[in-house]
């Protein structure tokens, strides 16, 4: 902890430390002020070790931390529901790893119960005492644990890596951190010269061919961003299923990552299919379970079951998982044409205000004539938008799993235990209203706490919640419940 957390905290504040040098450059005294920045930065990495203690007991896990805010973090062995074990470059050349309890709590102010650079060994050896509650591993009278593969990642899916986008957002953060250091060290890109040469080049050439030139290399560098991202997140990926109840993952080239999920607590699967991944054939798996948080992202959370592969790999994933098939590969009940109806209306409506304020906008002589018509495209596309995300929607109740499909830009069909919901949630918007269709939300204690069913017809939404729960309804209806 002496050499990590201080190296951490530095590359945290490395934007004010460069701040700080060139900030009081003017004044020659720069590299004075970034000295004792840093040695501050250093010295609360270092205080860290001094004031961080734990303790493991038969009955819980406990931490005490802080130093001007000392806190004690405390769970019990019985709200343990997920450990999730990482290793990043530095942790694994000491050997060490870190171990991140998760509780069952989603939410994003709850605060996670980590214990730093233990040893890898201890670390293992704490993941399986937390979740199988065998005592320890070396005890000789339970049984040995049994760990089936289920899925492993292949060389030939890196294909899929270009097309998960993950690339903007590495090239965002890359480009936002370049923009900073040249503007602190105010520096003139173009005093180099082979970046002079190309912008020169680029200023003597036509408009559309600029445009072209920006696209493909900004598409050149997303899909290179994309695969690297990929090839180190994914690579060594394992799912496997141990004997004593629990999933495991695996993954990772630098940073290792190995996060175990109680079965008992998991509550259903999703299938996730954004457009681009789609387009070529791809899917991924996420768990629906308690104790993982979400809002940051499902290959961030830990609840990724599958990384972006084969579609059909990922249906016999999920398969596998919830050990039956019809509510993989089952066929949803199709919404009517008052859904339909709903969604061209909803796009066209967007497509024209937008088209409406562009031609108001030239009548005014604000924009040339070429935007409102250029914009007459968006007409066929939110048509195409609203077909795809009508053709999207699905529903049904299949081996006592309730099964929701929906989603154009990213498709999900999410696969929710029956036994997993605990209410139900009915809103109508003023123009469902008027349209007979209402929104039916399943809520539950897992993943983002719900599954939404978009524009089902109301009298079909008491009959689908009834099928799914019987009985729950039943005394807040002013009519019974009619089966067709």
């Excluded at 709590?105 to 065998?134: F, G």
């Excluded at 591993?137 to 899929?160: C, F, K, N, Q």
């Excluded at 123009?431 to 539950?444: C, E, H, I, K």
């Amino acid at each position: 902890m002496l050499v990590i957390h201080p190296v951490q905290e530095l590359l945290r504040a490395w934007p004010v430390l460069i701040g700080l040098l060139f900030a009081g450059a003017s004044g020659g005294h720069g590299s004075w002020w970034s000295l004792v920045a840093t040695t501050l930065v250093v010295a609360a990495g270092m205080a860290r070790w001094f004031t961080t203690t734990y303790r493991i007991s038969a009955e819980q896990v406990q931490v005490r931390k802080g130093l001007l805010r000392r806190q004690v973090l405390t769970v019990p062995m019985d709200r343990v529901r997920s450990v999730d074990v990482t290793a990043n470059a530095l942790h694994r050349a000491l050997g060490l790893a870190r171990v991140t309890v998760g509780t069952g709590r989603s939410d994003r102010k709850a605060e996670d119960l980590k214990l730093d650079a233990l040893t890898a060994v201890d670390a293992a050896r704490l993941r399986e005492e937390l979740l199988h509650r065998r005592g320890t591993v070396s005890d000789p009278a339970a049984a040995p644990a049994e760990e089936t593969l289920i899925a492993a990642v292949r060389p030939g899916w890196v294909r899929y890596g270009p097309f998960t986008l993950t690339g903007v957002l590495t090239v965002g953060v890359v480009a936002a951190a370049a923009s900073r250091i040249v503007s602190e060290t105010h520096v003139n890109p173009r005093s180099f010269g082979p970046l002079r040469a190309i912008t020169g080049r680029f200023g003597r050439e036509t408009v559309a061919l600029q445009i072209a030139e920006v696209v493909f290399a900004l598409v050149v560098v997303i899909t290179l961003a994309s695969t690297i991202a990929y090839v180190l997140a994914f690579l060594n990926f394992r799912l496997t299923r141990n004997s004593a109840g629990t999933l495991h993952v695996a993954r990772g080239l630098v940073t290792t990552r190995k996060t175990t999920i109680e079965e008992r607590r998991l509550r259903g699967v999703e299938l996730s299919e954004p457009l681009l991944l789609r387009a070529v054939g791809g899917a991924r798996c996420i768990a629906i379970t308690t104790g993982l948080r979400v809002g940051r992202g499902a290959e961030r959370g830990g609840s990724l079951l599958l990384p972006p592969a084969p579609r059909a790999e990922a249906w016999r994933v999920a398969a596998a998982i919830l050990r039956r098939d019809a509510p993989v590969t089952g066929a949803l009940v199709p919404h009517g044409p008052r859904a339909r109806t709903r969604r061209l209306t909803r796009a066209m409506a967007a497509c024209l205000a937008v088209v409406a304020v562009l031609l108001a906008a030239w009548a005014l002589g604000w924009v040339p004539a070429g935007a409102w018509i250029a914009s007459l495209v968006l007409l066929p596309a939110g048509a195409w938008l609203a077909f795809d995300r009508f053709h999207a929607l699905g529903h049904a109740v299949l081996d006592r799993m309730v099964v929701a499909r929906r989603g154009s830009l990213v498709r999900r069909r999410s696969m929710l235990s029956c036994d997993g919901i605990i209410g139900w949630n009915v809103r109508r918007s003023f123009w469902q209203r008027r349209a007979g269709l209402v929104s039916l939300t399943a809520t539950t204690a897992a993943g983002k706490q719900k599954l939404l069913i978009q524009d089902i017809g109301d009298d079909e939404a008491v009959l689908f919640a009834e099928e799914a729960l019987p009985g729950l309804l039943t005394p807040f209806l002013e009519v019974p419940v009619r089966r067709p």
